[in-house]
């Protein structure tokens, strides 16, 4: 069972070591011979991303060396996948506006384009195949395994949590700001990594508190989703710039960047206002009150 969370009886080291290896070995899993390609990049990288915000958590109990060098390599492997896990839902989501009639071009344009892009995944697929990635990324796993000491580390405790989290929170609203002030595709898809890890810190502490943090943890997640969605169209705005004119016309690019332009604006509309709304409070007075869930929730 993979089970994502600490329990309220479960020793903190013991429970992190738990949840360590369960992401490591369904990591190991996808990448023994899947049966969806697709389905499995998507939980590898979403392996990467649960074990890296559990680096997060405990990173000022463990040598920087340690956090360093793990944090980079899960880094790597999620870079390393996210052009097929890209292009994967872009086309998909083009399949749906295009039968929902929402793009504005010919059928013979969407075709072309189409296939367009699925000859870019495919290389990508055979050039991923050829490096032996996946095999990579099993050995890479088990190693980690091998070294895994988490359970011997015994200052783990309530300022393990409450350190990795307030760091968390604090970089979720440094990189708000940011985007406030510059508003960029670098600010935005910063911003987007760091929502992820702090939504997955509150989904390790919801046991202690569950009314609260499972309401936080789903905004979060849509937040993120929009964020991503809001990612999947600058790399589409991107993919059609370099795509050949013999592929699409100059008349159908300005009919997609038109439309692409269109649902930006309005996701942005729809992401600011929850933000403000997740990040309301400053970092020192979440933390107080993360804190005060996380020891209440365990000494019952």
């Not at 670098?186 to 890890?197: A, F, M």
């Not at 004119?245 to 509309?269: F, I, P």
């Not at 979440?286 to 019952?300: A, T």
Request: net charge positive; glycine share 2%.
């Amino acid at each position: 069972m993979n089970r994502f969370k600490i329990d309220t009886q479960e020793e903190l080291g013991l429970g992190l070591e738990r949840i360590i290896k369960e992401q490591l070995n369904d990591m190991m899993a996808q990448t023994m011979v899947p049966v969806s390609l697709d389905s499995s990049i998507q939980r590898i990288r979403k392996n990467c991303t649960r074990y890296r915000s559990v680096l997060h958590t405990i990173r000022w109990d463990i040598k920087p060396a340690d956090y360093e060098r793990e944090n980079a390599k899960y880094k790597q492997i999620t870079h390393q996948l996210a052009k097929i896990r890209n292009l994967h839902l872009i086309i998909a989501y083009l399949n749906d506006c295009y039968e929902a009639k929402e793009i504005g071009i010919s059928k013979e344009q969407y075709d072309l384009f189409n296939a367009y892009l699925n000859d870019i995944k495919n290389n990508e697929v055979a050039e991923l195949e050829h490096k032996q990635a996946l095999k990579n990324i099993k050995e890479q796993a088990e190693h980690t395994i091998l070294d895994l000491d988490i359970a011997l580390n015994h200052t783990f405790g309530p300022a393990t949590i409450k350190k990795g989290v307030f760091h968390v929170y604090r970089k979720c609203v440094e990189s708000i700001e940011r985007s406030q002030k510059k508003l960029t595709n670098h600010t935005l898809h910063t911003l987007r990594t760091q929502i992820k890890y702090l939504m997955y810190q509150m989904q390790l502490c919801e046991e202690t508190w569950p009314s609260y943090f499972k309401t936080y943890c789903s905004s979060l997640k849509e937040v993120s989703d929009l964020l991503r969605h809001d990612d999947q169209l600058v790399t589409l705005q991107k993919l059609i710039k370099q795509t050949p004119e013999d592929v699409l016309n100059e008349s159908s690019k300005k009919t997609l960047y038109k439309s692409l332009k269109n649902e930006r604006n309005q996701l942005h509309s729809d992401i600011w206002p929850l933000m403000a709304r997740l990040f309301a409070e400053e970092p020192d007075a979440f933390i107080k009150r993360i804190n005060s869930y996380w020891l209440i929730g365990r000494e019952n």
